[in-house]
């Protein structure tokens, strides 16, 4: 026995299926929460940046809680390469380390705030979480005239309350695409290979100031990743503070391509409308 079915309902099918699969691709996290055919998901941060065209372009980070011996040495390796790169300072640090602080805005590169106490942060209420981003953002503005614009949790811990106050500060909560490890005491060689052969244009990379053999890594990270013709820039070279989307794995888009993506998605469900009036 043979079941039959009417072309008007195998068109109907196929077309749902491609209008769920454009805005699957087109409805993330936006810059406030992720939204999924209507229902409200948790917020994301940004964990890496979708780059359109053929620049390669790749965001090293240095995460500073405890020590600061080997700060000015990345500084160095750094320049050496022409790099520029992020920090994310901890409140107690900067406090220690303020000369350290100064020098790191003064070499060109982005702080960004690790909080205060490097507490985990979404036990705190949401007073607690904004004295610890404000006391960060007050000590960098004090020494270096700038306030960060971008917020990274310790840990890598973050829920829809601290987001919240983080947008509310008017900044932009960022995680990381790669993890070195680097401070689980990795060789210089296996911090390379954690990093270098991932490596894709609008990846941020996470290191830690003061790690065993940073120093060792550095330059080979840098000769590896510039030989695949990459650039490295300070985080406000790459993620967006406005008019973008979050995806639901934490990579910015501008929001036009989220726009763009939604009309294809109506035009899609006009047709369908035309092809059921066309089988009527």
């Not at 790459?238 to 993506?261: E, F, M, R, S």
Request: charged letters at 20%; aromatic letters at 8%.
């Amino acid at each position: 026995m043979f079941l039959t079915v009417k072309r008007r309902n195998i068109v109907i099918v196929l077309a749902v299926a491609i209008v769920a699969a454009v805005l699957m691709s087109a409805v993330g996290a936006t810059s406030t929460a992720a939204v999924f055919f209507g229902k409200s998901t948790r917020k994301i941060p940004v964990y890496g940046v979708a780059v359109e065209g053929e620049d390669k372009v790749i965001a090293l980070t240095f995460d500073a809680a405890w020590g600061a011996d080997k700060t000015q040495g990345i500084l160095d390796v750094m320049a050496q390469y022409d790099a520029k790169g992020t920090f994310f300072l901890v409140g107690f640090w900067i406090d220690k380390f303020e000369q350290q602080t100064k020098a790191i805005a003064d070499a060109g590169f982005d702080i960004g705030n690790h909080s205060r106490n490097h507490l985990n942060m979404p036990k705190l209420d949401s007073e607690e979480i904004r004295a610890e981003i404000d006391y960060v953002n007050d000590r960098v503005r004090q020494l270096t005239g700038v306030t960060p614009t971008y917020f990274r949790a310790p840990f890598g811990d973050y829920n829809d309350r601290l987001l919240t106050v983080v947008e509310e500060q008017g900044m932009v909560g960022v995680q990381w695409s790669i993890d070195s490890l680097d401070w689980k005491g990795l060789s210089a060689k296996q911090i390379y290979e954690r990093v270098v052969p991932k490596a894709k244009s609008g990846d941020i990379v996470l290191f830690h100031n003061n790690s065993d053999h940073i120093l060792d890594a550095l330059p080979m990270v840098l000769t590896g990743l510039r030989a695949n013709g990459f650039r490295f820039v300070p985080l406000h070279e790459l993620v967006l503070t406005g008019g973008y989307t979050v995806d639901n794995n934490g990579i910015q888009h501008p929001a036009n391509q989220a726009g763009n993506k939604v009309n294809k998605a109506a035009t899609a469900a006009n047709q369908i409308k035309r092809i059921c009036a066309e089988e009527q």
